[in-house]
T-cell receptor, first 112, second 113 residues
Framework: DAMVIQNPRYQVTQFGKPVTLSCSQT?????MYWYQQKSSQAPKLLFH???????NEADTPDNFQSRRPNTSFCFLDIRSPGLGDAAMYLC???????????FGQGTRLTVV | GESVGLHLPTLSVQEGDNSIINCAYSNSASDYFIWYKQESGKGPQFIIDIRSNMDKRQGQRVTVLLNKTVKHLSLQIAATQPGDSAVYFC????????????FGTGTKLQVIP
C-alpha cells in the first residue's frame, strides 16, 4: 500500500502559469520534505516541515512556495514556472529523530 | 558549504560479484549516514543507515562502513544481482532536532548478467 502519495504523476504546465503539486501521507510522520531532482542528479532539498515549522533552504528560489494544512498533506506551489523548473519533484516523510525517509513516486513536471 | 559526494559516477559489476560504492562527506556533525537506492522512474528507497557513533552495520546482503577519520562512507553489496541495478545515493541527516536530509552525488550500478 502506498504510504506517500504524490499527485499527479505527470504534470504539464505552461511557462509562467502557476502550478501546484500535492503530496499526502498515511504514516502520520511529523516531518515532510520537498525535493527537486533533475536528470542524472541527486535530489535537491527545497524545504521541509517539522510539524508546522517551515524550513526553507537558502538557495530555494522565491518562485517555490509550500503549504502544509495538516499532518497528512503538503503542497508545492510554483508561482511562475520557467523552463529550468522542469524536473522530478519528490515528496518524502520521516518521523522525528528517525533516519529513514519515505519517498513518493514523484511528479514529473514539464514546462512548455 | 558542507556536502556529501561520491567518487564514481558509474560502476559495472558482474552478476554474483560483490559491489562497493563509496561516498565522501564533509559534515562531521551529521547524526546519521544513509544509503538510498533509486530505480528509474521511482522515488529513492531506503537501504540501510549507520549512526555516527558506529563503524559498521550489516543488513541483508548489504554492509555499510563509516570511517570518520577520513570522512568516508561505503556500501557493500554481496552477490550482486540484476535487480540491484539502480542509482545509489548516500545521504546524511542532521543531529538533534535538525531534521534535514541531504543527498550526495549518485553512483549508477550496472549489473552485467
Amino acid at each position: 500500500d502506498a504510504m506517500v502519495i504524490q499527485n499527479p504523476r505527470y504534470q504539464v504546465t505552461q511557462f509562467g502559469k502557476p502550478v501546484t503539486l500535492s503530496c499526502s501521507q498515511t504514516l502520520n510522520h511529523n516531518v515532510m520534505y520537498w525535493y527537486q531532482q533533475k536528470s542524472s542528479q541527486a535530489p535537491k532539498l527545497l524545504f521541509h516541515y517539522y510539524d508546522k515549522d517551515f524550513n526553507n533552504e537558502a538557495d530555494t528560489p522565491d518562485n517555490f512556495q509550500s503549504r502544509r494544512p495538516n499532518t497528512s498533506f503538503c503542497f508545492l506551489d510554483i508561482r511562475s514556472p520557467g523552463l529550468g523548473d522542469a524536473a522530478m519533484y519528490l515528496c518524502a516523510t520521516s518521523r522525528e529523530g528517525g533516519s529513514e525517509a519515505f519517498f513518493g513516486q514523484g511528479t514529473r513536471l514539464t514546462v512548455v | 558549504g558542507e556536502s556529501v559526494g561520491l567518487h564514481l559516477p558509474t560502476l559495472s559489476v558482474q552478476e554474483g560479484d560483490n559491489s562497493i560504492i563509496n561516498c565522501a562527506y564533509s559534515n562531521s556533525a551529521s547524526d546519521y549516514f544513509i544509503w538510498y537506492k533509486q530505480e528509474s522512474g521511482k522515488g529513492p528507497q531506503f537501504i540501510i543507515d549507520i549512526r555516527s557513533n558506529m563503524d559498521k552495520r550489516q543488513g541483508q546482503r548489504v554492509t555499510v562502513l563509516l570511517n570518520k577519520t577520513v570522512k568516508h562512507l561505503s556500501l557493500q553489496i554481496a552477490a550482486t544481482q540484476p535487480g540491484d541495478s539502480a542509482v545509489y545515493f548516500c545521504a546524511e541527516k542532521g543531529s538533534g532536532g535538525y531534521q534535514k536530509v541531504t543527498f550526495g552525488t549518485g553512483t549508477k550500478l550496472q549489473v552485467i548478467p
